[in-house]
């Protein structure tokens, strides 16, 4: 038997976690150390296996501390063999959790997704000409046909780069005031089709809970080219805004 660790939060008062369950409906129950207290149940190794039904039990407990507390949200599959083991851990991170707690008290995160429309038929993503400069480079030797091609790929990805970077900056000029921190992810490429690719921009803002309504009504009235599409998302714990 293992123990499974959901958050990490400070001690006081707090939903009784006795009347919690968490996966396979196991009791959640706390240890702590120092003013830190960690939300744990016991698991067999063979039930960690990533499946719907236990990502959503885990996912409703770290929900319910947070609901009421400033949580430190760890992602699924942090394992201990003891409790002891736990209890160690927040004491040798204890300022360093305490730090992060002050920095997200009262905040959630909030999620901004730039979905780049586009018809890419290449394998690298942002070659937008690639039919073109196929038929530019048939005159060429292979050595210069290379190197064009090259160049042709490297100018498309500072073109894209440039386009990301004016998308983050108007989005945090939108949203000025109303966030403490953000984060971006480097834009992955999705793949509905075998030959189509689009390109994903992904911002996470960390926003105090009072300015969730207004974060919302400033998202819609961001404007970006109709080339491009945006999601919104939370709030949620702040996943990317913790520790690793």
Same mark, same amino acid.
């Given at each position: 038997?293992?123990?499974?660790?959901?958050?990490?939060?400070?001690?006081?008062?707090?939903?009784?976690?006795?009347?919690?369950?968490?996966?396979?409906? /196991?009791? &959640? !129950?706390?240890?702590?150390?120092?003013?830190?207290?960690?939300?744990?149940?016991?698991?067999?190794?063979?039930?960690?296996?990533?499946?719907?039904?236990?990502?959503?039990?885990?996912?409703?407990?770290?929900?319910?501390?947070?609901?009421?507390?400033?949580?430190?949200?760890?992602?699924?599959?942090?394992?201990?063999?003891?409790?002891?083991?736990?209890?160690?851990?927040?004491?040798?991170?204890?300022?360093?959790? /305490?730090?992060?707690?002050?920095?997200?008290?009262?905040?959630?995160?909030?999620?901004?997704?730039?979905?780049? /429309?586009?018809?890419?038929? *290449?394998?690298?993503?942002?070659? *937008?000409?690639?039919?073109?400069?196929?038929?530019?480079?048939?005159?060429?030797?292979?050595?210069?046909?290379?190197?064009?091609?090259?160049?042709?790929?490297?100018?498309?990805?500072?073109? !894209?780069?440039?386009?990301?970077?004016? &998308?983050?900056?108007?989005?945090?000029?939108?949203?000025?005031?109303?966030?403490?921190?953000?984060?971006?992810?480097?834009?992955? &490429?999705?793949?509905?089709?075998?030959?189509?690719?689009?390109?994903?921009?992904?911002?996470?803002?960390?926003?105090?809970?009072?300015?969730?309504?207004?974060?919302?009504?400033?998202?819609?009235?961001?404007?970006?080219?109709?080339?491009?599409?945006?999601?919104?998302?939370?709030?949620?714990?702040?996943?990317?805004?913790?520790?690793?």
């Amino acid at each position: 038997m293992r123990y499974l660790l959901y958050c990490v939060f400070r001690s006081g008062k707090h939903k009784k976690a006795e009347a919690l369950t968490g996966i396979n409906g /196991e009791p &959640v !129950f706390l240890v702590g150390a120092n003013n830190i207290s960690a939300a744990l149940s016991r698991i067999e190794h063979s039930d960690l296996t990533p499946a719907v039904p236990r990502l959503l039990a885990y996912q409703r407990v770290i929900d319910l501390f947070h609901r009421s507390h400033t949580i430190i949200p760890i992602r699924y599959g942090c394992l201990f063999e003891e409790e002891s083991h736990v209890i160690r851990l927040i004491e040798e991170r204890c300022k360093q959790y /305490e730090a992060l707690l002050k920095e997200l008290k009262g905040c959630v995160e909030m999620g901004v997704r730039v979905l780049f /429309e586009s018809d890419v038929r *290449h394998p690298q993503p942002f070659i *937008h000409n690639h039919k073109s400069s196929i038929a530019n480079r048939r005159s060429l030797s292979p050595g210069r046909a290379y190197i064009a091609a090259r160049k042709t790929c490297y100018d498309e990805e500072e073109e !894209f780069t440039k386009k990301t970077d004016m &998308v983050v900056e108007k989005c945090c000029a939108a949203f000025a005031g109303l966030f403490i921190k953000c984060k971006t992810e480097s834009p992955t &490429v999705l793949t509905p089709r075998p030959v189509f690719h689009i390109p994903l921009l992904s911002l996470y803002f960390l926003v105090p809970r009072k300015s969730v309504d207004t974060f919302r009504k400033a998202f819609h009235n961001i404007g970006l080219e109709e080339s491009s599409k945006l999601l919104l998302s939370g709030p949620w714990p702040p996943y990317n805004f913790v520790l690793s």
